[in-house]
């Protein structure tokens, strides 16, 4: 799909779902001052992964576990030992025809609860149920698939919620919770307050890649925003270089929008080269601490799979391209800055690992469907469901060796 096409596949649809009795599929049910409601729809359970987030998930995954009793005053736990699974945008469609789509976003509903009865499933991380150490922050950069709707200049990130503003998960392009909610709030081993400054349909820079509508903060943008209103650690986020993680999942529009360039493989260094002009912003600041991604296999997106199997092939090889120049970058960088920590999260792996093994997660084997059932891989044509992007952030929170 040549051009810059698909707005309306690129913009992020923000409507409120509406009021349930009931806490919705893979929807929150649980956890300290979470005053939504308990209960969980038909074939779901709420089951226990740490003090701070309990998760509807289907009754049939719930394989061996004990429970967990909680009220307002008093918790008691009792659970076994598990083993995690181990292994190892956003607003755009594909780039190659003019086919457009458009998705809507909803936000789950919170109610009331006084106490909640749970079950802990044998699929959790064997992290602490506590989160241990001192307050973390974290600084988050993206697209549409790590947005959250948060600005900068409403509510704070806090203990009552560590993502500040909208309410958990708050406005994403998986119908749900993405990586980073759960990063923050499930698979976390500290508390983190998290400042998500990601924007649904961001580039890298507009005057390389314009976005697909005016108005939408590309990383250029972003950095500004952290600039502005973090840099010098106000009350509000007195966060350090030791306790701070900066993180980078950008470059889905980019490469949506210019992978059939003829000049390809030396315009992916112009781009590059202008994201790490912006990290080494962060790092003027203070920033030490990076998470770097990759490209999720957004050639297997439903919107690209009209493609001919030799344009694939090549979005394919660009891909590949991109994921590797930027492992050089990230190397380049260390030894240009002293001091620095990066984690490189190929999330292109574990992305396809959970494509290529749906069976594993309780997903919809059929990969060319999408929509808001929880089952199927994809939210829209062009975006990941829950499912995906709950193992995308078990997994960025089990690689952070040494942040938490």
């Not at 789509?101 to 992290?127: A, E, H, M, R, W």
């Not at 990601?198 to 580039?203: D, H, K, Q, R």
């Not at 380049?332 to 574990?350: Q, V």
């Amino acid at each position: 799909m040549k051009g810059n096409t698909l707005a309306a596949a690129l913009a992020l649809g923000l409507s409120a779902r509406s009021v349930s009795a009931q806490v919705g599929a893979y929807g929150q049910c649980g956890g300290v001052q979470y005053s939504g409601q308990t209960t969980c729809v038909a074939g779901y359970t709420c089951v226990y992964y740490n003090d701070y987030y309990y998760q509807c998930i289907p009754s049939s995954q719930v394989t061996s576990a004990t429970t967990k009793t909680t009220t307002k005053s008093t918790t008691t736990t009792t659970k076994s030992t598990t083993t995690p699974v181990t292994t190892t945008k956003s607003t755009t469609t594909s780039v190659k025809t003019t086919t457009t789509s458009s998705k809507t976003t909803t936000t789950p509903v919170t109610t009331t609860k006084s106490t909640t009865t749970t079950t802990k499933s044998t699929t959790t991380s064997t992290k602490s149920s506590t989160p241990t150490g001192g307050i973390k922050y974290w600084f988050s950069f993206g697209d549409s698939y790590t947005q959250t709707g948060f600005d900068p200049t409403l509510q704070q990130p806090s203990y009552s919620n560590p993502m500040g503003n909208p309410p958990y998960p708050g406005w994403t392009s998986s119908n749900g919770v993405n990586w980073l909610d759960v990063a923050t709030e499930k698979y976390n081993q500290s508390v983190v307050f998290c400042y998500n400054l990601a924007y649904g349909g961001a580039t890298i820079d507009a005057n390389l890649i314009p976005p697909y509508a005016g108005g939408v903060l590309s990383l250029t943008d972003q950095t500004n925003q952290f600039l502005q209103y973090y840099a010098s650690a106000p009350a509000s986020a007195p966060w350090t270089a030791s306790n701070t993680l900066f993180s980078v999942f950008i470059g889905i529009n980019d490469i949506s929008n210019a992978w059939w360039r003829s000049d390809w493989s030396t315009f992916v260094d112009t781009l590059i080269t202008a994201q790490f002009a912006l990290i080494q912003k962060m790092y003027n600041a203070g920033g030490r601490k990076f998470l770097i991604f990759n490209i999720p296999p957004i050639d297997r997106a439903p919107a690209n799979l009209a493609d001919s199997a030799s344009d694939l092939a090549t979005f394919h090889t660009a891909l590949a391209l991109w994921s590797t120049k930027l492992q050089t970058y990230i190397a380049n960088f260390k030894t240009a800055n002293s001091g620095t920590t990066f984690w490189f999260y190929d999330c292109n792996a574990d992305f396809s690992y959970v494509l290529n093994n749906p069976s594993l997660f309780g997903m919809n084997p059929d990969l060319t469907l999408y929509g808001t059932d929880p089952t199927y891989a994809w939210n829209n044509n062009f975006h990941p469901g829950i499912i995906i992007q709950d193992y995308l952030g078990k997994r960025v929170a089990a690689q952070l060796t040494g942040f938490w």
